[in-house]
């Protein structure tokens, strides 16, 4: 399950996961990559992409869909993404 709220400190969407989730995040944009996201930056602690909009992603599974406030869209935007987080979950 997803959980969508409207981010406090610019516009955008916050989507958390209710699993635990410790991504490599290299190979999570390999992933990512092959699904037509661009990305922009990976560091150890979070990953810049792009396709329709900035997004950033957290080891943790917790995603950012910048500039936007339609949740369904974010929502639709992060079950693509973690169709690559999969490999990852902490049980």
Sequence with gaps: MLIAK?????K??????QEKYDADLEELC???ADKG?????VTKFLALITKNYDITVFPSGKIIV???SDREEALEIAR???GCFESYRVM
Excluded at 6 to 10: E, F, H, N, Q
Excluded at 37 to 41: L, N, P, S, V
Aim: charged share 30%; with cysteine; proline share 8%.
């Design 6 to 10: 409207p981010c406090t400190s610019m």
């Design 12 to 17: 955008g969407i916050i989507v958390t996961p």
């Design 30 to 32: 390999e992933c990512l």
């Design 37 to 41: 996201y661009r990305i922009k930056r």
């Design 66 to 68: 910048k500039d936007t």
């Design 80 to 82: 693509e993404i973690y």
